[in-house]
């Protein structure tokens, strides 16, 4: 799915800027948004595995767990883990066709709405997260990656696999 490849293009472009500070400022708590650097950044992964298991119906004590900031030290190894959790992400989605995409999902309560719409959420919460980890870089005093749909299509079109 085009949104995922994106997702997980912008989520990289993020972690490789987050690999170039210090481990100090990567760790350090943040005045600005809810969460620092590394916080945030986990948090989106979470989000991203948890909704995961919640959707291919895993029990509840496997995705309803908060990863630990500090499993994650610095940047290396946050997107060693989201590596392994992207090719999950992908394995399933691959098995995803249209009518599931199309068909309801029941998680109980207001959270009942098609497979596509929770998938959507997962991507603009990843893409919220996004702007806050670019907020916190640069008040860190780093210029922040360009990752904007369209440069995505640009970096696609410099590897030959746009046209």
């Known amino acids: 799915m085009m949104l995922f490849d994106y997702n997980y293009w912008a989520n990289r472009q993020i972690l490789d800027k987050a690999a170039e500070i210090s481990e100090e400022q990567f760790t350090a708590p943040s005045d600005v948004t809810w969460r620092g650097i590394r916080g945030t950044l986990v948090h989106t992964l979470d989000v991203e595995r948890s909704w995961r298991g919640r959707l291919r119906g895993e029990p509840k004590e496997s995705w309803d767990v908060e990863l630990p900031q500090d499993d994650h030290p610095n940047a290396q190894a946050l997107a060693e883990r989201w590596d392994r959790d992207e090719a999950e992400m992908r394995s399933w989605l691959d098995g995803v066709d249209e009518a599931a995409l199309d068909a309801t999902v029941d998680l109980g309560g207001n959270d009942r709405f098609p497979l596509s719409y929770f998938l959507l959420h997962v991507i603009t919460h990843s893409a919220h997260q996004r702007r806050d980890a670019v907020i916190l870089l640069t008040n ?20 030959g696999l746009l046209t």
């Open 140 to 159: 860190a005093g780093h210029t922040p990656p360009e990752i904007e749909f369209l440069n995505y299509g640009d970096w696609l079109r410099d590897q």
